[in-house]
Each structure stands twice: as C-alpha cells, then as structure tokens.
C-alpha cells in the first residue's frame, strides 16, 4: 500500500503521539502509523485517498506537517532521492522556533508577572483579589497560550497528555482560586519545555550531523577539460570529480588520478588515514588530506555509503527496541490508573468523610501533574539514538534498537576465517633454499613463472617479488598441481606437493620442509626444476593485525570465541591459536555453519552472535541472534543480510559493539529507575499535602532533563573505546 511521510515539527514526545494516534485512527483509509519522535517524521500508510484527510486532521490538532508529504520506500510514486536524504526519511528538524519565547521580551514578561503575583501573594495581598489575578491572567496568556491551545485539543479528544493534565491543573488552580501558583506553574511548564526541547536536539543534531559530513558541491570536470562547481544532486554517474587537500568528498567513486592520504574515520572509523591511488575506492563524507585526487563517481547522492548509512540510522531509530516497547505499554496503562486515583482521592475524602473539598483537590491536582510519563518514555529512543549515532560515528552501523539492546547478552561470537580474522589475500610469508640455491633467485624463478597464471597463489609469488622478472618461454599450466616454462634454457616449475611427488624430486629434505610448513597451515609451493629442488615457497592467508587485539578485548568482556572455516582442520586451528580464538571448526560448508549456529544457540540460548562476510556466511548471519558483516563499506550485500554492519575490515569494531550495548543498556535501566523512583517519592509528597502544583512541574520535567542528560553521555562513547582501541580517532 502506499505510504506518505510527513514532517511534523510540534511533534517532540509521546504526548503527540497519542494525540495523532487517537485523531488519525478514525479514519478507514489508513492501515497503519509509524513514528519517528527523535526525526519527528510521520509514516502514514495508507490505500492512496487519505493524505487530503490526514494534512486536515493534523492541522485539527494543531500538529500541522512542515511541508507536503514525501512518498515512502515502496510505494507507488516511486520517487527518487534527488535531495541526498532518502525520500522514506526525510531529512529531522530541530525544534522549531516558539513565537511565545524571544518577541520583543513576550515570554520573559510572563515570568516576571507570575513572579509579581507571587511577590504581591506573600505581601499580604488576597490571591483571590482582583489585582493579583489580572496579573495572574496576564502571565498565563503571555506564557501559557501554546500548553493551554494543546491541553485543548487534548480535551476535546481526551487524550491524556500532560497538555491534559497540565490544562485540568490550571483549571482546577483557579476554581480553588490559587491565581498565583497557577501563573507560575504555568510559566516555569512553558520554560521547562523550552529547555526540554533543546536537549532532545542533541540528540537530533547528533544524526543530523551524519548528513552534514558529505559538501553539497563538487568540482566536476566539464567537456572542454575545465572544472565546475556543481550541486551534488546534479553529478551523473561516471562523472569526474576532483577534490583538494583539506577538502572532503562529496560522492561515492574510484580514483582515476593522483595520489593522496585519505582520513576515513567519519565513514569506517579507521584510525589512520588510507594512502589512495588509480582503481581504489573513496567514499563521500571523507576528508583528502594530501594531494590532488580525480575519482570516477560510481553512484548518485543517494546512493554513497553515507546515504546508506543515515538511512540505516534513521530505519534503526525509528523502530521500537524491547526497553521502549515495554515502557510505551508501561505507559498506556500507568497513566489512566493514576488519573483515576487523582479523582479519588479529590471525591472520597470529600464525599464519604466529609473533609473539606478544595484541599483534596488540590492534592489530586497536584497528582495528576506528576503522573505523566514523558520522561519515562522520552528516556528510551534518547538513548537509543545516541548509542546508534554514536556507534555509525566508529563505523558500526546498527540496524534497529533491538539488536543495540541484544548486544550486551552475548555470551558465545562464531566468526569465518577468511576476510573475517584474515586479510583474505594470501601472501608469501616463507621462502626456504634447498640445495644452495640463493632466496632471492627461488623468488625470482617462481614470480617469473606466476606471472603468467591468475591463480590466488600465483598472486602472492608474484607480489613478493620486486625485482626484475625473468623471460619464460614454452609456458604451461598444469592444471590442479602448478605452472611449467623455460628460462635460460632451463625447465623449471612452480607447483605443489603433488606435483614435486610426480616429478619425483622430493628427497628427505624437501619432504620434511614441506611437512613443517603444512603443519603450521600453511599453503607450500616447490620450485625446481627437472631434476632438482631449488626451494619450498611458504604461502598463507595471515590474520589482520587487528584480530588478535579483538579477540583478547572479547575475552575480556567475558565471552567466547569460536572459528568456522572452510579451510582444512590443521590449518582452521594454526590460526585459530595464532590469534587466541578459544576454539576452530574447520572444512565447514555454509550449511555446516548453519548447523553450529543452531548448536551454539540450542546450548548457549539466545546469546550467540556470527561474523562473517555477509554473503557465504548469510545463513549463518541470519541465524544467529546477532549478525555481523564485516568490511561492509560501500558493499549492498553485507547491509542488507547483518544486523550490525563493521563498515572496515577491523574485528576490533566488535568489541567496542559490545561494550556500547553494555553502556547502552545500563542508562536504559537507569533512565527507567530514575523517571519511576521521582514519580514514587513525589506521589508520596502529594498524598501527605507536602508538593505543590510548582514543585510538580519541576519534578516531571526535571526528571525528563535527567533521563535526558544520561542518554545523551553515551554520545561521548569515545572515552569507553579508548580501554579497548589507545588509537582510536577522535570523533
């Protein structure tokens, strides 16, 4: 069905979201809502007749959408994303500017009358005298104007928001004739929420900063050879860009010309700038730090790694983690009840024990202004956000809350082999003379003869040779067992043990070369020629100079490690112990990885996380409570099959992934003990006619400030990751 997004800037926090459930829930021709409060982003989805009805019914409520809708991922218009944001996320707006706070002192004004009523109250004069309620209602208009418009709609809907509980209080204050108070509450509430909303825009700002990391121009080189800036919108594929020292790169490409030092920290996290030459890939949002570079662009604005990545953010905040789905039920319930127990305790007394009144009433008052939950429920996406902003910073991109929050429960990580703990390009890592032949001419021999194979192993024989290679001619391939040419008027060839075997070349010697190097995993080749052996090349794919130091940071977070390799079981387990992994699983197929994921997760529950590369590993990946992609930049596969994309080819990323979750989860608890534990001490306050209606204010929204304030430090997550990674870049 097709769905529209709407922009809605008075849209900050579960209270609106309630009202907007309740307006635009009558009407058939919706099928489903979908809130984003962090973005305040609106997805309607819809039989394609309701966007009339639904801009009407928001402007009802006074939540009218920043601009037409845009048409979601999916549906019919099939709109592009020309403006760089994807159209099913539009871009998040900070809180808009409030025409009662800053016009010529307006709202300020207010504050000094509610402070002058007070003043005249403890002066001796009558709260209940003229002058102090036209001061009274004087503030309240300056400054209550937008609660008292909100806590309308609320009531005619009987939505039960804190613009509700808010409107009842001052409508109650005044029937009791406490102008005075009512004035104050009713400024310090307008202050509050002022205050409020410029804290959640840290945590807005903190994604939007995301989007502000790749230039909106790019030097693009024009037909007669010139260059000019352009609007990245406007660069077609193919075009070339050229970008400065200092200067960062606006679009996704491959680098044509020049030669520089690129800082990929803002995209992959990487600590150290990456040197870039003709064929390697660069990425939008990166900073060129030395010379001039010319890149082929491989894609749009909306389709750079950057893009990929806010949108990933965007999709991950927008969805409920198992903490905020809790809270939001917590909610519908807690609120109603405590309601209702504010008019009990205003009536009982008053009706069935004949107390007074109005005193009863105050203290329902003063109740049911405590009882909203905001701050219970802002504190979840808070710091659900900023771990996930925090996260995509260090170039791990979390695909929802709920994998955020799961993080923190594993106990057992499975990872493949190669291009997980190796680099996945193997290299000569030995070279070993038999018979007086020199290093340098076995070397020099086998790259000569490699040369003209595209074996992987070939490969590597021919890149660790720098020198001059030799001329070879009457070249074969053997195929499955090596290469044979002439060089010098000489028979060489280049193969494995097989081949040597066949030749009958193996003595002793070479026999127990070939058997020591085969037993540490790796991959021989025998060079020589007829009627000798001039020496055994050592071949291996090696582990990343990162994997060790991940692997001794997940064991100390407590957790065990496990390898799963196609490789044979002699060389699964050399490097396994290489880089500490508690335990290797070799000659597995994808299903045989499949099967241990589900033993792993049969013995160990729902606390077993897989790594790989995102596409042989994907049912394992997929399987397995947490899926991890590694080396994910600029690859579609690796994001679309994990749950946590490591957008560098760095295993440390899954650690730090961890230790996030952790401290993610640990403010969450906190967040939902404070918010709890001030609404218990302040109902108590309440009940025994100790707080008043000011006192309640400042405790509801001095509670969301501080749920507010603890989500937001993990932000400053980069502290944390310095106990695991000392060279970890600033972010």
Known sequence: ????????????????????????????????????????????????????AVVAALADIGMAPLSAPRPSAGSSSGAACADGACAAHPPAVTSPARPWWGQHGVFALSGVLAATAEAMYFGGVKETSAPVIAVSVLSILLGGLPTLRKGWVALRTLTLNINFLMTVAIIGGAVIGAWPEIALVTFLFGLAELIEAKALDRARNAVKGLMEMAPDEASVKQPDGSWKLTRTGEVSVGGIVQVKPGERLALDGVVVAGESSVNQAPVTGESVPVDKKAGDKVFAGTINESGVLEFRTTGGKDQTTLAKIIRTVQEAQASRAPTQRFVDNFARVYTPIVCVVAV???????????????????????????????????????TVVSGLTAA???????????????????????????????????????????????????????????????????????????????????????????????????????????????????????????????????????????????????VADTPRESSVAAIRSLHNLGIKTLMLSGDNQTTAAAIAKAVGID??????????????????????????????????????????????????????????????????????????????????????????ALAIG??????????GGVATMWMAVVADVGASLLVVGNGLRVLRFDRLVKMLRPDSPPH
């Open 1 to 52: 069905m097709p769905a529209s997004v709407y922009t809605i800037p008075a849209m900050d926090c579960p209270a609106e979201e309630a009202l907007i459930r309740r307006r635009l829930g009558n009407l058939a021709a919706i099928s489903d809502l979908q809130f984003d409060l962090m973005g305040r982003r609106l997805t309607v989805i819809h039989d394609g007749t309701a966007e009339t």
């Open 344 to 382: 009990l305790i205003a009536v009982v007394p008053w009706l069935a024990f004949g107390q007074p009144f109005y005193p009863w009433l105050y203290k329902a008052l003063v109740l049911m202004v405590i009882a909203c939950p905001c701050a219970l429920v802002i504190s979840t996406p808070v």
């Open 392 to 538: 995509a910073r260090r170039g791990i991109l979390i695909k929802g809350g709920i994998h955020l929050e799961n993080g923190r429960k594993l106990k057992v990580v499975a990872l493949d082999k190669t291009g997980t703990i190796t680099e996945g390009k193997p290299r000569v890592t030995d070279v070993q003379p038999v018979g007086g032949a020199s290093k340098e001419e076995v070397l020099r021999i086998a790259a000569s003869l490699d040369a003209l194979s595209q074996h992987p192993v070939a490969l590597a024989v021919v890149a660790a040779w720098k020198g001059e290679r030799a001329r070879v001619e009457n070249f074969k391939s053997l195929t499955g067992r090596g290469v044979e040419g002439r060089i010098d008027e000489v028979v060489y060839f280049v193969g494995n043990h097989r081949l040597a075997e066949d030749r009958k070349v193996c003595s002793l010697e070479v026999e127990a070369v070939l058997s020591h190097f085969e037993v540490q995993g790796k991959t021989t080749v025998v060079v020589a020629s007829e009627s000798v052996v001039l020496g055994v090349i050592a």
């Open 583 to 672: 335990e290797a699983r070799g000659g597995m197929l994808p299903e045989d990885k499949l099967a241990e994921i589900e033993r792993l997760l049969l013995e160990h529950g729902d606390t077993v996380g897989m790594v790989g590369d995102g596409v042989n590993d994907a049912p394992a990946l997929a399987r397995s409570t947490i899926g991890f992609a590694m080396g994910a930049a600029g690859t579609d596969t690796a994001l679309e099959t994990a749950d946590v994309a490591l957008m560098q080819d760095d295993l440390r990323g899954l650690p730090e992934f961890v230790l996030l979750s952790r401290r993610t989860g640990a403010s969450l608890t906190q967040n939902i």
């Open 678 to 687: 001030i609404k218990v001490i302040f109902f108590g306050l309440a009940v």
